[in-house]
């Protein structure tokens, strides 16, 4: 299995629908059969691209990486448990603040602060979390907006701790990391391991169960699945994941800001998932890239950037919400019966 | 003194959250971009009421004309693009009300620059009244009397005129009232406008109070959704109670333990939900 079980996605099938999916099936399979020589192309094509490519390229791909993490994380909850969370910025900072404070206030060395984050992270995931599975759906995806909210707040002001307004800069990194091919080695093999090990994880009985949670709740009750405490457990998952990328982001940066852990963050996580496609494993990957190229391009032609991006996201949603990946294979399963 | 800019602050917050709740309600749609309505109120507001300084009392025409021209932006928006959504998954409705949030915010920085807002006290609420040792400003009375106005209005409203019938009447089940030969997606932008002009009211009120600039959006929003969780979505006596509880815990709040001011709705969502989980006046949700 490549991709999730049909999903909520697309209930309204029209027979001419099914039956563009159904040709485009045989390419799948064959696409399916030979999955991991793609994944195996494909890291070696990213272990090999900083040979060929300039400096700010291989920055780029930083963001992409660190976004890919991120955003598979996140894709943990959306497209695989149907959990709709709106704040997974703030736990993406509770990570890098974590470390960023672990370094420059506490003066711990860079491994220790680097796993620090996403234990930080999971802890306030866990938190939050226990508040938020209370609820579910719409007040779920408010709940998670307002957590994240307060933390951006209280980074924000507290002053003593995180610096505010000016955040904290100047962190210092081990010397083999200074180079930007070096970091981005090292966090394509973060970037690797965190996707293995969610790999593992969707595909594991209790990946499983999160999927039937997401089709259908009350059924999955009814199986004697303990809904909200699996649910729980995949958001503190997801927030480990989240303290991953929030970690690499630190490193990559230099430096913290408040803004990491603003809702327009969170949009940029959601908005690389969805135009990848949710409910394809490899789909928050293609989507990082989409995203942010797209946002380099948009931000260098207009000022207004973020209008433009408004308007991209609007007509992404009403045209195009299976994503990249999923006009390819999200439909797959659908075509199979 | 507290007890006033409680009830004052509340009476804002409500305008707000009843906007959302209302909307929620009918339309199933919960409008991300309620707290961007907000601003857009607010920065009408101000831009109407400088630009036109030398006709006496323009705050006034302001407060007036400012939340109509929300409403009829409010309208353009239900038609043209949440017309296409209802009965999506609520997700995407989500992103699509998200992106309207950096839609309006951005043509409001086009608009009217990214500089700091401020208006004073309008004539004749420029003064406080003196009773029993305390001051009282005016302009907060004002806004109390304002307040509960616009609920008992929407009451009225809502339980006694026929529009206000049929509204009720789609909430409860619009294939019933699309049978009976009501025009359902006409009471949809009817309702989406009068949210939008609450929103918008609650914008130009807030302006003498606060200071009007982007990202004024975001604070409101958060505090709307803590009251419509504490209240239960969709319930118009829950917003305004929350409201309430929230205003008061914010400036009694700030007295005793400053520090916490920021977290105090955050703890009072946090109780809330592990007592009443589906809010004070809210119905069990199903999914």
């Not at chain 1, 099938?13 to 399916?32: A, C, D, P, V, Y």
């Not at chain 2, 806004?143 to 006694?160: D, E, N, P, R």
């Not at chain 2, 504490?230 to 009694?252: E, R």
């Amino acid at each position: 299995m490549f991709a999730p079980m049909d999903s909520w996605e697309n209930v309204n099938m029209t027979n001419k629908e099914q039956l563009k999916i159904s040709s485009l099936t045989g390419f799948l399979h064959g696409f399916e059969s030979y999955r991991w020589l793609w994944v195996a192309t494909a890291v070696a094509l990213l272990a090999a691209i900083p040979a060929f490519v300039d400096t700010s390229w291989v920055s780029l791909l930083c963001e992409v990486l660190i976004l890919t993490v991120a955003a598979s994380g996140l894709n943990l909850l959306i497209g695989y448990t149907g959990m709709i969370s709106f704040g997974p910025a703030g736990l993406y900072a509770v990570g890098a603040y974590s470390m960023a404070v672990l370094i420059v206030k506490v003066g711990a060395p860079f491994g220790l602060a680097f796993i620090a984050g996403p234990v930080a992270a999971t802890a306030v995931s866990l938190v939050i979390g226990w508040f938020c599975v209370r609820r579910t759906a719409v007040y779920f995806a408010l709940l998670t907006l307002a957590f994240s909210q307060l933390i951006h707040t209280i980074f924000f002001k507290w002053y003593g701790l995180t610096g505010g307004d000016d955040g904290i800069v100047e962190i210092l990194v081990p010397e083999f990391l200074f180079s930007i091919e070096n970091y981005y080695y090292f966090a394509l093999a973060c970037t690797i391991v965190s996707l293995l090990v969610m790999w593992l994880i969707v595909n594991s009985p209790f990946g499983k169960a999160l999927q039937v949670i997401r089709e259908n709740r009350g059924r999955a009750e009814f199986i004697g699945i303990n809904v909200r405490k699996y649910q729980l457990i995949i958001f503190t998952i997801q927030g480990f994941f989240l303290g991953v990328a929030g970690s690499l982001l630190c490193g990559f940066n230099h430096n913290v800001f408040p803004p990491i852990a603003n809702w327009t963050e969170s949009i940029h996580i959601i908005i690389a998932c969805l135009l990848g496609g949710m409910f394809h494993f490899f789909g928050p990957f293609i989507g990082s890239i989409a995203f942010i190229l797209l946002d380099r391009v948009v931000t260098n032609c207009t000022e207004y950037s973020s209008l433009v991006l408004g308007i991209i996201v609007v007509l992404l949603v009403l045209f195009f919400r299976g994503g990249i990946a999923g006009v390819f294979s999200e439909k797959l399963s659908d075509g199979r019966h | 003194m507290q007890l006033l800019s409680g009830l004052s602050g509340g009476m804002l917050i409500y305008l707000i959250a009843v906007g959302l709740s209302l909307i929620f309600g009918t339309l199933r749609v919960l409008n991300l971009a309620h707290g961007a309505i907000y601003m857009l109120g607010a920065y009408l507001c101000v831009w109407l009421t400088s630009s036109f300084e030398q006709i006496p009392g323009m705050f006034w025409w302001a407060v007036l004309i400012g939340p109509i021209l929300v409403a009829l932006f409010g309208g353009l928006v239900e038609v043209v693009l949440l017309r296409r959504i209802y009965g999506w998954h609520f997700m995407y409705q989500f992103i699509i009300t998200f992106g309207l949030i950096l839609i309006i915010s951005d043509l409001v920085r086009l608009l009217w620059g990214d500089g700091f807002h401020s208006i004073n006290y309008p004539w004749p609420l420029k003064g406080a009244i003196k009773v029993a040792g305390g001051t009282f400003p005016l302009y907060n009375l004002f806004l109390v009397m304002a307040g509960v106005s616009i609920f008992f209005g929407l009451q009225a409203l809502l339980h006694y005129t026929k529009l206000g019938k049929v509204i009720r009447g789609v909430t409860y089940n619009r294939e019933i009232m699309s049978v009976l030969g009501e025009n359902v997606p006409g009471i949809y932008t009817v309702v989406f406008m009068l949210g939008c002009w609450l929103g918008g009211l609650g914008g130009a009120l807030a302006t003498p109070l606060v200071t009007v600039t982007l990202g004024m959006d975001i604070t409101v929003i958060i505090q709307s959704f803590i009251v419509v969780v504490i209240g239960g979505l969709g319930s118009l006596g829950g917003a305004f109670i929350g409201a309430l509880i929230l205003g008061l815990l914010d400036s009694f709040g700030i007295i005793f333990l400053p520090q916490l001011a920021i977290a105090f709705g955050f703890i009072l969502m946090a109780a809330v939900l592990i007592v009443r989980p589906y809010g004070l006046m809210g119905k069990r949700e199903y999914d």
